[in-house]
């Protein structure tokens, strides 16, 4: 939950503390689930590895809805594992 700097001023000491230890479980989980998915991704891309190999060589100007949208699929994939701080950067 979200809270504003009014709301964490009037938090006590052990209670920010808290909130604290729980933010870092959280974020530890999330760490956990992104390590995991990161796995899975790579296998799914080693066990295609042709396909994506094939799909990265084609140009896009020639390709259909279905394909093209294959290709940027996989483009996105290799993209997230080659940069674990996600699409966005």
Do not use: Y
Request: without cysteine.
């Amino acid at each position: 939950m979200q809270r504003t700097r009014a709301e964490l001023e009037a938090m006590s000491h052990e209670d920010l503390v808290n909130r604290v230890l729980e933010l870092q479980d959280m974020l530890r989980e999330g760490l956990a689930v992104r390590e995991s998915l990161h796995a899975v991704l790579n296998k799914i891309l080693n066990a295609k590895q042709e396909e994506v190999a094939r799909f990265a060589e084609l140009p896009a100007a020639g390709l259909g809805n279905q394909e093209l949208e294959l290709k940027r699929a996989w483009e996105a994939a290799r993209h997230a594992l080659s940069n674990p701080l996600g699409l966005a950067h």
